[in-house]
């Protein structure tokens, strides 16, 4: 797996940079020009929907199946993704989250509450 950063200002060409990339990818015997192999993540769903919406262009593709099927996804939903969280699902700070959690991760989670801001998670 090949892992691209691009850290630039607005209308710096970061997006057309990363379509061109995962273009580039495209034509690897490895994705076998398959598109749902190939992903895109971003903070905000405003930048994951340009990318997903030039690179479904670019591809000839719907870009709502990109975004369902396909790795185009914010930052979060690739981490609750992984994890098999499923949509609209709510982890919390409650023992059965947590424990379902460690289980999910195959991971020990230690919950230590923090003065009245809450609870902090700690990965041994």
């Known amino acids: 797996m090949k892992v691209t950063r691009i850290i ?3 209308g ?3 997006t057309r940079t990363i379509i061109a990339a995962l273009e580039k990818a495209m034509s690897l015997p490895e994705v076998g020009r398959n598109p749902y192999v190939l992903g895109f993540s971003s ?3 405003a930048a994951r929907g340009e990318a997903a ?6 591809w000839g593709i719907d870009k709502n199946t990109l975004e369902r099927h396909g790795w185009f996804k914010t ?3 690739v981490a609750y993704r992984q994890i098999g969280v499923e949509s609209g699902q709510v982890i919390t700070s409650k023992k059965d989250d947590m424990e379902w959690l460690s ?3 195959v991971s020990d989670i230690g919950l230590k509450t923090a003065r009245a801001t809450g609870v902090h998670l700690s990965f041994p």
């Open 75 to 77: 930052v979060h939903s």
């Open 8 to 10: 630039g200002g607005a």
């Open 43 to 45: 903070f905000t769903r």
């Open 103 to 105: 289980n999910a991760l």
């Open 12 to 14: 710096t060409g970061k």
């Open 53 to 58: 919406e030039r690179a479904a262009n670019a």
